[in-house]
């Protein structure tokens, strides 16, 4: 007799995407699955493709073919509202126009919940948005200028608004690629404990040594096309990452301390 639970369907399940732009096809024809609690990170070089397929799976992007579900359900036949349930998203960089308080950007989070564009916030709204706030450890900043954080501050502040979104799936664009290596480290770290505590995510990011640090999984993206898939330690090898980056770089297994191995990715110099 099977496990029931083998036949439930992914969180998130993309089959045969296509997507692109009036200048022509970007994503042609990618399947992967995002199960719940689980990290996915997608990487490739520049330009191949990846954030054009965030896009598409957000539905900024109409899809060209193929198709989007949650929980079984297209994402086509959902309302913006009813998606902004499902999906949270942090950019590569959010500049908002005015200096909103930390505690506000946060409570931003609940706009798919409110009954009207200008409907007020209800105290249940304000409760979850501040249990967001604790979660990521940003108490001593809810006062605070948005506009006057660090990066890394700032994406934590991203991160809590998503958290009171209550999404079922968070989607990160590059989430780390202006901070410093501390608060990339740190933004990461919180992201995989989020993975673990019920929330699935969906990462994409140049940096494989990224993907080593905290993915389940990997989708290897090169012109549109995933290439290779499966766990960071099968598919982020030497030979795959001199294919898609098309420079000298070597993956080893190296023991930072005694009994913890660690896969790591070294770039070599060009030789003349």
Request: glycine share 6%; aromatic share 6%; proline share 7%.
């Amino acid at each position: 007799m099977s496990d029931p639970a083998s036949q439930q369907p992914a969180l998130l399940s993309v089959s045969d995407l296509h997507t692109g732009y009036s200048t022509g096809e970007i994503v042609h024809g990618i399947s992967f699955e995002v199960a719940q609690n689980s990290f996915v990170c997608i990487i490739g070089a520049n330009g191949c493709g990846k954030t054009t397929a965030l896009r598409a799976i957000l539905g900024l992007l109409p899809a060209t073919g193929g198709e989007v579900r949650i929980n079984g359900k297209p994402t086509r036949r959902m309302s913006p509202r009813e998606l902004a349930r499902h999906f949270a998203y942090i950019p590569q960089v959010h500049r908002p126009p005015f200096p909103f308080r930390v505690a506000d950007v946060v409570l931003m989070g609940r706009t798919p919940y409110l009954s009207s564009v200008a409907g007020n916030p209800s105290s249940t709204d304000k409760t979850i948005a501040w249990q967001a706030i604790q979660q990521l450890s940003i108490e001593h900043l809810a006062d605070s200028e948005y506009t006057q954080l660090s990066g890394g501050q700032q994406q934590l502040v991203l991160i809590a608004r998503a958290l009171a979104q209550q999404p079922s799936i968070l989607i990160m664009d590059e989430p780390t690629a202006s901070l410093d290596f501390g608060n990339q480290q740190l933004v990461l770290t919180r992201m995989h404990r989020l993975a673990r505590s019920g929330m699935a995510v969906l990462m994409v990011t140049h940096d494989p040594d990224h993907a080593l640090f905290c993915a389940d999984e990997v989708q290897i993206m090169e012109d549109g096309l995933i290439i290779q898939s499966g766990p960071p330690a099968e598919v982020i090898t030497t030979e795959s990452l001199q294919r898609i980056y098309h420079a000298r770089v070597y993956v080893a297994d190296v023991e930072v301390e005694p009994g913890l191995c660690m896969r790591t990715c070294i770039p070599l110099m060009e030789v003349d």
